[in-house]
């Protein structure tokens, strides 16, 4: 994609030949945390890129930083995934807790310090379900007790701060939760299993049992079901669909140079493999498109005045939002299978640059990330209700 | 007498913990633990009992916020 090289795409760019290509294969091999990507997106101010310029922030929009995570990705999907995921919670933050003197002037720090923020919506017992929690606030005068017994949190051990689901109250119904920031003095993780994945092994996202204090101030007034349908959830489709078109654009990069390769081996012809490239490049133009339209539709409907009860809070909005993820998910392996099988060989071995190992161990994640089949369930309820007209 | 029937159908349908009757008509269900799962099942019901269609725009949250949403969306329906 041709994007306008504004600032921040520059030092995207920077980070990812600079400092995430470099270290990208040891960071899978050793699943370790990107640290040289993270520390270079920190000192160029990536991740306080969305917080608006009242803030000190560089208030980029969700387009550019949808193209942020693309490039991050074509180089090592782990550092795309963690810079998508922190910036989900900086949305929602910016989007929902900004008339809070609190999380203005956590905004401030965040800004100066560039603070790595996580996310811990899993839950023993509720597994990939965000709507539904077990633990809840306890609130005692101004201080709020939480804890929280979380199946993943990636990169808990080296985030700042934790943005955290819980029930609004121990009275509370499952459905009816809170998000609350909680900081790294206030908290305490305890590893409680290991993250040998199969792919996206830099994200570092064990579980944890999490226990936390804090003041009042920082549990978000705005019921996280609001948040949800109108930012959580289309957020972070699209920034995962940055991800995975970078994921995928790695793989189309590296069979077309193949390609290139055979072509100029033997010149006057076009080898075989082209008619499966030409087929691969239409497969990954298709979900660009899908993850494109979705884009420009949020941005203007995030930005309309009715967002908090219009079109965003529909179900007929949240069944599209659902159907891009499980139609780039299932399109995301099937692009990367289809790069390999144009590399033959040198694709599938380990050591050679056309290797797709590590892409399609990535790609896989998309569906496991809150689960397809869970995603396909709730369309399949909606679509009891939703008449297409 | 509708609002008695959006209660019926939200004690038979919205599994709710909260005691229905307790709830008051402005009250938010979704606070009082209607999940949006739930939240179909009662709009199905709702078609049933009142003998209508709920068309696509008024599928979102802020309809079924409440009985008196719910009483509202449903004086549109059949004014
Ligand atoms: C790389 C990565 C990073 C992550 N980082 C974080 C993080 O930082 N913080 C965080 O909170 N979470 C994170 N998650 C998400 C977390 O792990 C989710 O809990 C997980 O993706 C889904 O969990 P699950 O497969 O156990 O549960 P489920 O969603 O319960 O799925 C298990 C399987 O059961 C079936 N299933 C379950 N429910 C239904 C249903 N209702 N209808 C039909 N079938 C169903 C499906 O086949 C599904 O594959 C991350 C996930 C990945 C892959």
Same mark, same amino acid.
């Given at each position: 994609?041709?994007?306008?090289?504004?600032?921040?795409?520059?030092?995207?760019?920077?980070?990812?030949?600079?400092?995430?290509?470099?270290?990208?294969?040891?960071?899978?091999?050793?699943?370790?945390?990107?640290?040289?990507?993270?520390?270079?997106?920190?000192?160029?101010?990536?991740?306080?890129?969305?917080?608006?310029?009242?803030?000190?922030?560089?208030?980029?929009?969700?387009?550019?930083?949808?193209?942020?995570?693309?490039?991050?990705?074509?180089?090592?999907?782990?550092?795309?995934?963690?810079?998508?995921?922190?910036?989900?919670?900086?949305?929602?933050?910016?989007?929902?807790?900004?008339?809070?003197?609190?999380?203005?002037?956590?905004?401030?720090?965040?800004?100066?310090?560039?603070?790595?923020?996580? /996310?811990?919506? /899993?839950?023993?017992?509720?597994?990939?379900?965000?709507?539904?929690?077990?633990?809840?606030?306890?609130? $005692?005068?101004?201080?709020?007790?939480?804890?929280?017994?979380?199946?993943?949190?990636?990169? *808990?051990?080296?985030?700042?701060?934790?943005?955290?689901?819980?029930?609004?109250?121990?009275?509370?119904?499952?459905?009816?939760?809170?998000?609350?920031?909680?900081?790294?003095? $206030?908290?305490?993780?305890?590893?409680?299993?290991?993250?040998?994945?199969?792919?996206?092994?830099?994200?570092?996202?064990?579980?944890?049992?999490?226990?936390?204090?804090?003041?009042?101030?920082?549990?978000?007034?705005?019921?996280? *079901?609001?948040?949800?349908?109108?930012?959580?959830?289309?957020?972070?489709?699209?920034?995962?669909?940055?991800?995975?078109?970078?994921?995928?654009?790695?793989?189309?990069?590296?069979?077309?140079?193949?390609?290139?390769?055979?072509?100029?081996?033997?010149?006057?012809?076009?080898?075989?493999?082209?008619?499966?490239?030409?087929?691969?490049?239409?497969?990954?133009?298709?979900?660009?498109?899908?993850?494109?339209?979705?884009?420009?539709?949020?941005?203007?409907?995030?930005?309309?005045?009715?967002?908090?009860?219009?079109?965003?809070?529909?179900?007929?909005?949240?069944?599209?939002?659902?159907?891009?993820?499980?139609?780039?998910?299932?399109?995301?392996?099937?692009?990367?299978?289809?790069?390999?099988?144009?590399?033959?060989?040198?694709?599938?071995?380990? $050591?050679?640059?056309?290797?797709?190992?590590?892409?399609?161990?990535?790609?896989?994640?998309?569906?496991?990330?809150?689960?397809? $089949?869970?995603?396909?369930?709730?369309?399949?309820?909606?679509?009891?209700?939703?008449?297409?007209? | 007498?509708?609002?008695?029937?959006?209660?019926?159908?939200?004690?038979?349908?919205?599994?709710?913990?909260?005691?229905?009757?307790?709830?008051?008509?402005?009250?938010?269900?979704?606070?009082?633990?209607?999940?949006?799962?739930?939240?179909?099942?009662?709009?199905?019901?709702?078609?049933?009992?009142?003998?209508?269609?709920?068309?696509?725009?008024?599928?979102?949250?802020?309809?079924?916020?409440?009985?008196?949403?719910?009483?509202?969306?449903?004086?549109?329906?059949?004014?």
């Amino acid at each position: 994609m041709d994007n306008p090289a504004t600032p921040m795409i520059l030092a995207a760019r920077l980070v990812a030949k600079e400092f995430a290509a470099p270290h990208a294969k040891a960071v899978d091999q050793d699943a370790r945390f990107p640290i040289e990507a993270v520390t270079a997106l920190k000192r160029e101010k990536l991740l306080s890129a969305y917080v608006p310029a009242e803030f000190g922030g560089a208030g980029v929009g969700l387009t550019e930083l949808v193209q942020i995570v693309e490039i991050l990705a074509r180089e090592c999907a782990s550092t795309a995934m963690i810079y998508a995921m922190h910036q989900i919670q900086v949305i929602s933050i910016v989007r929902h807790a900004m008339d809070n003197p609190w999380y203005q002037n956590y905004l401030r720090e965040l800004v100066q310090h560039q603070y790595l923020i996580a /996310s811990v919506t /899993s839950e023993v017992g509720v597994g990939g379900e965000m709507r539904r929690s077990h633990c809840a606030v306890e609130v $005692d005068g101004q201080r709020f007790k939480l804890v929280k017994d979380a199946t993943t949190i990636s990169y *808990g051990a080296q985030a700042d701060d934790l943005l955290v689901t819980a029930r609004r109250n121990p009275d509370a119904a499952h459905s009816d939760q809170s998000l609350i920031l909680v900081r790294k003095a $206030d908290y305490t993780l305890e590893q409680k299993g290991g993250w040998d994945t199969m792919g996206m092994r830099g994200t570092c996202s064990p579980p944890f049992l999490m226990s936390s204090v804090g003041d009042v101030a920082q549990i978000i007034d705005v019921p996280f *079901g609001d948040m949800s349908a109108q930012t959580v959830v289309p957020v972070s489709h699209l920034l995962w669909g940055g991800c995975w078109m970078g994921c995928a654009a790695a793989a189309v990069n590296k069979a077309r140079a193949f390609v290139r390769g055979q072509a100029r081996a033997n010149p006057g012809t076009v080898p075989p493999t082209a008619l499966r490239l030409a087929e691969l490049v239409s497969m990954m133009q298709s979900l660009r498109t899908s993850v494109q339209a979705c884009l420009t539709e949020y941005e203007t409907l995030s930005v309309a005045d009715d967002a908090a009860v219009g079109t965003l809070t529909s179900m007929g909005y949240s069944l599209k939002m659902n159907n891009l993820k499980i139609d780039a998910t299932q399109a995301l392996p099937n692009i990367v299978t289809k790069a390999l099988s144009i590399c033959g060989i040198l694709g599938y071995k380990n $050591d050679s640059k056309f290797s797709m190992s590590r892409h399609l161990r990535d790609a896989h994640s998309a569906a496991i990330m809150v689960g397809n $089949d869970r995603i396909l369930a709730t369309n399949a309820n909606l679509l009891l209700v939703l008449k297409d007209d | 007498m509708s609002k008695e029937q959006i209660r019926q159908v939200l004690k038979e349908h919205g599994k709710f913990s909260a005691d229905i009757d307790s709830l008051a008509d402005n009250a938010d269900l979704y606070e009082a633990g209607m999940t949006s799962h739930a939240s179909v099942n009662v709009m199905l019901a709702l078609e049933d009992a009142f003998d209508l269609e709920f068309p696509d725009r008024m599928l979102k949250r802020s309809v079924f916020e409440s009985i008196n949403a719910i009483d509202a969306a449903i004086q549109e329906l059949t004014a």
